[in-house]
């Protein structure tokens, strides 16, 4: 289970010709880990992110998500199993100024049409994971950079995905609360058994991490895997 990327091959239009972003780019996130993805500016990590998102069609390669070969899958079985397994949380909270951080957890589930009863409990369970049960009545104007992103974190856990997709979590924090974030991040993953996927230019506080990759160019290695 978890997230597979195999021989993946990305171009962009670009000008008369064309740009190489992800180039043969194989990758596995398994269940339960967390896995690094850093490289340097431009050298494709949001691509990645966005294929394995199924944002984006690559060229050429496979996508597995849960065991599911992604390519034969027409758009309406793309968009529900990236509702039913997927969990974003972008570079940006994006949280909404007028909800507070509970309603920004309620409202996702309500989106899904899960009954306001579950969803407020579920909201409750996810605010306590990241440890922000006394900030539940507060508006994002009234948190913190580094507590709208535990809420941003919280969000994106609402339908219980099992691949969780995370875009440069730490670009707006100092180290120390970024440091914070990226614990988090691993303790939700071997607590809830995701996979997953952490894009990040910042290699500090990768120590907790269970593999890391580099990209460079839009071709990739793997860099570390701790031993299972
Ligand atoms: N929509 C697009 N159309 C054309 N080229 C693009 C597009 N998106 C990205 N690129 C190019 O693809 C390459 C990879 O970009 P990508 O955004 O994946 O890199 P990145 O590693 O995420 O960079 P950063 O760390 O700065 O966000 C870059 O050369 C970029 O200019």
Do not use: C, W
């Not at 294929?51 to 070969?69: F, H, K, N, Q, Y």
């Not at 290699?203 to 793997?222: K, P, W």
């Amino acid at each position: 289970m978890g997230l597979q990327l195999a021989g993946i091959t990305l171009t962009y239009p670009d000008g008369d010709g064309s740009l190489t972003a992800l180039d043969d780019v194989s990758l596995e996130a398994p269940s339960g880990h967390v896995t690094a993805v850093v490289g340097p500016s431009g050298s494709g990590k949001s691509s990645l992110l966005a294929v394995a998102a199924m944002l984006i069609t690559p060229d050429s390669g496979r996508l597995v998500i849960d065991g599911i070969e992604t390519s034969g899958l027409d758009r309406h079985a793309r968009t529900a199993l990236r509702r039913s397994s997927i969990g974003i949380v972008f570079q940006q909270p994006n949280l909404l100024a007028s909800l507070t951080a509970a309603e920004q957890l309620q409202v996702m589930a309500h989106l899904d049409g899960t009954s306001p009863r579950a969803a407020t409990a579920r909201a409750a369970e996810l605010l306590d994971a990241v440890d922000l049960v006394d900030k539940a009545g507060n508006l994002p104007g009234q948190l913190s950079g580094g507590q709208q992103q535990r809420v941003n974190i919280a969000r994106a856990l609402m339908n219980e995905p099992s691949v969780l997709l995370v875009d440069e979590p730490t670009s707006a924090l100092d180290r120390q609360r970024g440091g914070a974030v990226i614990d988090l991040l691993t303790a939700i993953t071997h607590s809830r058994e995701t996979a997953t996927v952490l894009v990040t230019h910042d290699r500090s506080h990768l120590d907790g991490v269970d593999a890391v990759y580099e990209v460079v160019d839009g071709r990739i290695r793997e860099l570390s895997r701790a031993r299972p």
